[in-house]
């Protein structure tokens, strides 16, 4: 199954579009993990077994691993995900982008040795940076759009022609880069007007939300705004709130009430929209 059909498989079999963001920070680990000599591999691992049924995808996010030198932990984190959870797939947070001959490095990186069934692209470079990621057809191809960020406005909102540079990505993508219906595009729930603006210009291309949770995102107006034709469309997600949701031996329970809300919270505004 590729990417696409995988994520739209758990937003209807599952009934979640919670995204797991997987940002180990050894800071916050639980005292029961902290002296475990591989403790990154741990703590994501019990992360992962005890959300799995919650979520639509797992996004590990790459430099929280190579900060730490654990990419090791990633690839098996990764290959841990296919083996006990091969319905959730995982999307590789890396927001890459190189001119070709270093895009193509990056595409074996992301799907050849991580085994990722999607990337976080940054389109800056534009489209022969993207291509070879594109050519992938069975992988999922996420690129920046409105990030949620405070200074996602300083380039991302100039004017461009009359309108925003995020509504120009945005328009590129989905008219010409989705050949292969393989696209989709990060706008951050922090604003949420804009996440709307793209809703209305892609049609039903999925949306991966950050932005929730610790950033302060308001679940409601992403429903409201963002949600596709069908009442799906989003991959919310969500990582600090959710993998720090506890701080005792407890804390994998934690995580899974807290991503047990997040789902609950927006199924009931999905079935108001
Ligand atoms: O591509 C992303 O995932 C991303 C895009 C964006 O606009 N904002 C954003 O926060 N992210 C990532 O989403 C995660 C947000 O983490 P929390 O704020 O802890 O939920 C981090 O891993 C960020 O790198």
């Known amino acids: 199954m590729n990417f696409m059909q995988a994520l739209r498989t758990r937003w209807s079999e599952a009934d979640t579009m919670v995204c797991v963001g997987l940002d ?12 475990d000599p591989d403790s990154v591999f741990a703590f994501c691992r ?6 799995a049924d919650l979520a639509c995808a797992f996004k590990p996010q ?3 691993f190579a900060a730490l030198c654990a990419e090791d932990a990633l690839e098996r984190l990764i290959a841990h995900i296919h083996d006990a959870h091969p319905d959730v797939p995982v999307i590789l947070d890396a927001k890459r982008g190189d001119i070709g001959s270093t895009a193509q490095r990056y595409v074996i990186e992301a799907f050849d040795r991580y085994d990722a069934d999607a990337v976080t692209l940054n389109p800056y470079l534009g489209r022969d940076s993207i291509q070879p990621f594109l050519d992938r057809a069975d992988k999922g191809v996420i690129l920046l759009c409105r990030t949620s960020n405070p200074g996602g406005a300083d380039f991302q909102n100039l004017d ?13 993508i989905a008219r010409d880069w989705n050949e292969h219906g393989n696209c989709a595009l990060v706008t951050g729930a922090t604003f949420p007007e804009e996440l709307g603006q793209v809703r209305r210009i892609v049609g039903d291309m999925p949306l991966l939300v950050p932005g929730i949770g610790a950033q302060g995102g308001d679940v409601e107006a ?18 600090r709130a959710i993998l720090y949701a506890g701080s005792d031996d407890d804390y994998a329970q934690a995580a899974r009430a807290a991503a047990n809300q ?8 999905r079935s108001k929209a």
């Open 24 to 35: 180990p920070d050894p800071s916050r680990f639980p005292a029961v993990v902290r002296d």
């Open 222 to 239: 992403v429903l409201r705004e963002g949600a596709d034709a069908s009442g799906a469309g989003l991959m919310i997600s969500s990582s």
């Open 62 to 64: 790459i430099a929280h």
């Open 262 to 269: 997040l789902r609950d919270q927006i199924n009931t505004y």
């Open 160 to 172: 461009c022609g009359g309108r925003p540079l995020y509504q120009r990505v945005a328009e590129t």
């Open 46 to 51: 019990a992360i992962v077994d005890a959300t």
